[in-house]
T-cell receptor
Framework: DAGVIQSPRHEVTEMGQEVTLRCKPISGHDYLFWYRQTMMRGLELLIYFNNNVPIDDSGMPEDRFSAKMPNASFSTLKIQPSEPRDSAVYFC????????????FGQGTRLTVV | QQPVQSPQAVILREGEDAVINCSSSKALYSVHWYRQKHGEAPVFLMILLKGGEQKGHEKISASFNEKKQQSSLYLTASQLSYSGTYFCGSCSGGYQKVTFGTGTKLQVIP
C-alpha cells in the first residue's frame, strides 16, 4: 500500500478564499483523523471518523472548518473563508480497529494564508 | 486537554542518554509515542496500555505510571538518527481518540 496520501502538499491562498485539503487513507483502515500542527499548539486533533461517520469534531476551531468522508477511501477538510491564522501543516492519519493501534500519517499539507 | 511534555528541547551528544516525560491531568487508558523528523510525518514508536502491555519497537523503552498519569520515554546510547521531535499522545478511553502534547525537540550532535 502507498500509505496515507494527502494533496496538495503545499497550498498558498489569499485570505477569504476557500481551501480544500484531501486525504486518501490506507485501504482497510476504518478510522481517519485530521490534525493541525503549529509551533505553539503542537499536534491538535480536529476531527475523526469511524467507518466514514464523524465521531468527534470537538477540535474543529470554528464553523469555517468542515470535514467530510463520503466513502472509505476519501476525506476532505475545507476552510471557508480562510484566515492567516489558519496557516499550519494539516495532517491526515488512519488506523484500523477499535482499540489503541498505530496510526499512519500522511505527509501533510502545508497551508499558508496570506 | 493536551498532555504536558518535558523538557521542551534537549541537545545530546552521540552515545548519551535522555528521558522525555509526559503527564496528563486526566486518567489515562494508554499513552502513544511518535517521532517526527523535520519536514516529515510523525512515525509511530510505541503504545503503552493500562495494565502494562506495550506495543512497539524493541529498541525503545518507556514506562507508564497509571496512578500518576505519567509516562517516560527512554533513549539510550543516542544516535544521530534519534534527532527529531517526540510527541506523546494520551488516550483516556478504550477508543482511538489520541490527544498529543506540544512535543519535545531532541537534537543529537556528533
Amino acid at each position: 500500500d502507498a500509505g496515507v496520501i494527502q494533496s496538495p502538499r503545499h497550498e498558498v491562498t489569499e485570505m477569504g478564499q476557500e481551501v480544500t485539503l484531501r486525504c486518501k487513507p490506507i485501504s482497510g483502515h476504518d478510522y481517519l483523523f485530521w490534525y493541525r500542527q503549529t509551533m505553539m499548539r503542537g499536534l491538535e486533533l480536529l476531527i475523526y471518523f469511524n467507518n466514514n461517520v464523524p465521531i468527534d469534531d470537538s477540535g474543529m476551531p470554528e464553523d469555517r472548518f468542515s470535514a467530510k468522508m463520503p466513502n472509505a477511501s476519501f476525506s476532505t477538510l475545507k476552510i471557508q473563508p480562510s484566515e492567516p491564522r489558519d496557516s499550519a501543516v494539516y495532517f491526515c492519519a488512519s488506523t484500523q480497529g477499535r482499540m489503541n493501534t498505530e496510526a499512519f500519517f500522511g505527509q501533510g499539507t502545508r497551508l499558508t494564508v496570506v | 486537554q493536551q498532555p504536558v511534555q518535558s523538557p521542551q528541547a534537549v541537545i545530546l551528544r552521540e552515545g548519551e542518554d535522555a528521558v522525555i516525560n509526559c503527564s496528563s491531568s486526566k486518567a489515562l487508558y494508554s499513552v502513544h509515542w511518535y517521532r517526527q523528523k523535520h519536514g516529515e510525518a510523525p512515525v509511530f514508536l510505541m503504545i503503552l496500555l493500562k495494565g502494562g502491555e506495550q506495543k512497539g519497537h524493541e529498541k525503545i523503552s518507556a514506562s507508564f505510571n497509571e496512578k500518576k498519569q505519567q509516562s517516560s520515554l527512554y533513549l539510550t546510547a543516542s544516535q544521530l538518527s534519534y534527532s527529531g521531535t517526540y510527541f506523546c499522545g494520551s488516550c483516556s478511553g478504550g477508543y482511538q481518540k489520541v490527544t498529543f502534547g506540544t512535543g519535545t525537540k531532541l537534537q543529537v550532535i556528533p
